[in-house]
Every structure is written in C-alpha cells, then in structure tokens.
C-alpha cells in the first residue's frame, strides 16, 4: 500500500519561510517525476514546482526565486523550501508522484492528503 505524507506546513507571517517534505512508504524502485500542488480555499489546484523523469526542474513564475525543490533521500522524497513566503501562498500543499519509469508497477500516480500553509 503505497502512502504519501506531506509535513512542515504551518503559519507563518509574510516574509517567513517553511520547509515542506513528502515521505513515501510503499513505493517501489521505480525513478519517479513529482511535484508539489497547492490549492487556496475555493480555488482550483495549480502546479507549483516538480521535477520530471529526468530530473528536469521546473517552478510557476510565481515562486520562482522564492522556492526550491530538492529530491531526498530514501523514504524522503522530495522537499520543499519556501522562503519570503506571501500571502497568496497560502493554500493547501500536496506531494504529489506523477508518474514512474520502470516495471509496469511503476507506471501509477499518487498523491498525499495536504499540508496546510497560512501566509499573514
């Protein structure tokens, strides 16, 4: 059964920084692109930043420069680091694995429950 879990979310003040992680258990050796997703309260969920098969990183132009994305290592997926966070960061975090290379086990996707981040 594979699980996703996400930490590190909080409240912060505008200016602030917080470090989100996603911990995976589960997951077989497969080579995985993943991302973080936020979704604001009543808004629709936007892409934030991942990296793809290849390790290829990419961000939204608005956390470009403010945000870093690192893999982790063994049941650390991925991190995080947000740094000058604003308001309109505020939202719900999700890890999210978008697809995997390797054995036909690894062709899924998967997603962890959200960590809250409140920006004021």
């Known amino acids: 059964h594979v699980q996703l879990v996400e930490s590190g979310g909080g409240s912060v003040q505008a200016g602030g920084s917080l470090r989100l992680s996603c911990v995976g258990s589960?997951?077989?050796?497969?080579?995985?692109?993943m991302s973080w997703h936020r979704q604001p309260t009543g808004k629709e969920r936007e892409f934030v930043a991942g990296?793809?098969?290849?390790?290829?990183?990419s961000y939204t132009d608005s956390v470009k420069g403010r945000f870093t994305l690192s893999k982790g290592d063994g049941k650390n997926l991925v991190d995080l680091q947000m740094h000058s966070l604003k308001p309109e960061d505020s939202a719900m975090y999700y890890c999210?694995?978008?697809w995997g290379r390797g054995p036909w086990y690894c062709w899924r996707t998967y997603e962890g429950q959200g960590t809250q981040v409140t920006v004021s």
């Open positions: 589960g997951l077989r050796d497969c080579t995985y692109a």
């Open positions: 990296f793809d098969l290849d390790g290829k990183l």
């Open positions: 999210k694995i978008d």
